[in-house]
DNA sequence: GCTTACCGTAAGTTATGACTTACCAAGCTG
DNA sequence: CAGCTTGGTAAGTCATAACTTACGGTAAGC
């Protein structure tokens, strides 16, 4: 998905708790839900929006659904925020530009 | 800034095209505004949010203000997102967990 | 000094989207 | 099968924030 609708996605502050919840593993609704501040409903509005944009995953397993990180999904959104180091034409107030490349090691997603 | 106020910050599509522009190099408020589909005092407010959360700096120059980009503002946000690619936690779906720490050759900016 | 360019701020309007409650579907459990 | 759990969706409410126009303030130009 496009960094542009990530960033958008991730902008809302409940929406990026259920997202960074989800860090801990795999979980289902119910329990996300449990511990923020609002209705079970809105939370699966926002998995909802989060799924659209790519950034969960949804697996079920009998009358529950397990949420999940993609981390792929912040694979642009990444690439977007490091373009702005080696861009070459904020030149303008570096002294000397450094002439280094993506990081290496980190291997790609997408 | 935090990363969560740089994500709402840069959620806006009007504002993150202002930021986009300032990859140009520093402009002033009139040629920011020329060509983006709003008025000028938005332009301005735009601007005013982008640098209370550290994005822009701002330089004046006679009558006019030269505004440009603080790629130390983009910091925090960029280690957020790396923080997912080495988080240890995240290892659920990862068959083999490659323990590399943040990438090298990337000089910190704050 | 008067006018003109540049820009920030105030005030008011409006659309968007993050909530809520209510309802419905589907699966385990007795 | 009846009842309970889990969770998605609909509809409606409400606050936020992204705009607009209007205004004021400062620096340059004549």
């Known amino acids: 998905?496009?960094?542009?609708?990530?960033?958008?996605?991730?902008a809302d502050p409940t929406r990026r708790q259920v997202f960074e919840r989800l860090r801990d593993g795999p979980q289902?609704?119910?329990l996300i839900a449990a511990g923020l501040p609002v209705s079970r409903p809105a939370?699966?509005?926002h998995l909802?929006?989060?799924k659209d944009?790519?950034?969960?995953e949804e697996r079920s397993e009998g009358t529950r659904r397990f949420y999940s990180?993609?981390?792929?999904g912040?694979?642009?959104?990444?690439?977007?925020?490091d373009s702005f180091w080696d861009d070459a034409l904020l030149a303008?107030?570096?002294?000397a530009e450094r002439s280094h490349r993506r990081a290496k090691g980190r291997k790609r997603d997408e």
Chains 1, 2 share one sequence.
Do not use: N
């Open 1 to 10: 998905m496009t960094y542009q609708a990530v960033l958008a996605v991730l």
């Open 28 to 30: 289902p609704v119910k």
């Open 43 to 45: 939370v699966s509005q």
């Open 48 to 50: 909802k929006v989060l």
């Open 53 to 56: 944009v790519g950034l969960v």
């Open 69 to 72: 990180v993609r981390r792929e």
């Open 74 to 81: 912040l694979a642009e959104l990444r690439d977007w925020l």
């Open 92 to 95: 303008f107030k570096i002294e």
